[in-house]
């Protein structure tokens, strides 16, 4: 995690009242978009990157509405570096019915704001199709509405900050992105709003991880392998136990339970099952960033 700045050069006593450096650490607030640091990057570009967030009605994405969106479009080095803000744009859209209260609450969003909005289909679609990818903390969630609401941008592969990442295995304890942020020595002083979101995933994803990459390029690294889901179908019940303790969930589209898994331990979960439970289907799909998180 980023070094956060502590009260004190060292840990001498230098009074009853003197803390350790561990005791206190200072967070400083996210970057606002216009005033993006330029990164002094050397070597070729990376990819451009529009980073997005919706704010919905409901959480269902065929029958909910979008009601706000934003994105930016973000330049970056080919060390996943964000060097510059290219673009931005809103839109806020009138579902046709009120808002439920946990909504308005939730978004700071009202019947009046909304009342005769409308977002501009075709200008979203060619502002988000400059980018080379597209990307959200929790992308399965904004990909479901954008797909519904924007089908030009079905092509664009999503790279997702919150899955794309062991945070975990990186000695995070949490994946919320104002936790994460807290953890790299930074904080969102706004509401939660897309806008709002948008900024704060973007200093996010420039921040650095215990291992020097920044978050961008292992979420982008990570996304671009391909892996291999595994679905286990037919009589499960009596396995449901052992498939879950093996990290399976229960995937009520396509009523099985699936695991997402490298090619190797996917054949290994294969050979498993057949042995434990020969009575259950096992089919193997490849899954690459423009299916993951759909």
């Known amino acids: 995690m980023n ?16 803390q350790p450096d561990n005791e206190v650490r200072i967070l400083r607030r996210i970057a606002p978009l216009d005033e993006w640091p330029i990164t002094n990057a050397i070597g070729p570009d990376g990819p451009v990157i529009a980073v997005i967030d919706t704010e919905t009605e409901g959480l269902d994405p065929e029958t909910d509405r979008v009601i706000e969106i934003a994105a930016a479009l973000v330049k970056t080095d080919a060390e996943g570096r964000i060097t510059g803000i290219i673009d931005k744009i809103y839109g806020l859209q009138d579902p046709g019915r009120p808002l439920p209260a946990k909504i308005k609450t939730l978004t700071g969003l009202s019947d009046e704001r909304l009342q005769g909005r409308s977002i501009d289909i075709d200008k979203m ?5 400059r980018a080379d990818a597209l990307l959200a903390h929790g992308a399965r969630f904004d990909a479901g509405f954008c797909r519904r609401l924007l089908p030009g941008i079905a092509h664009l592969p999503w790279v997702c900050t919150l899955n794309d990442i062991d945070w975990l295995g990186h000695q995070f304890d949490g994946r919320a ?3 994460l942020l807290c953890q790299q020595g930074l904080y969102a ?11 704060a ?77 020969p009575q259950i289907r096992v089919s193997k799909t490849p899954i690459t960033w423009h299916e993951r998180h759909c």
């Open 189 to 199: 002083p706004k509401a939660h709003t897309a806008g709002d979101d948008v900024t």
């Open 125 to 129: 679609t060619v502002f988000l199709c």
């Open 201 to 277: 995933a973007i200093n996010l994803a420039a921040t650095v991880l215990p291992n020097g990459r920044t978050v961008l390029a292992e979420a982008l690294a990570n996304a671009r392998t391909t892996s291999v889901r595994v679905d286990a179908e037919g009589p499960t019940y009596g396995a449901r136990g052992e498939l879950k303790r093996r990290g399976y969930s229960f995937d009520w589209q396509r009523k099985s339970w699936s695991i997402e898994t490298s090619e190797f331990h996917a054949d290994y979960e294969h050979s498993w099952i057949d042995r434990h439970f």
């Open 3 to 18: 070094k956060m700045n502590s009260i004190g050069d060292d840990d001498t006593d230098v009074g009853e009242h003197a």
């Open 177 to 179: 992105l104002g936790h």
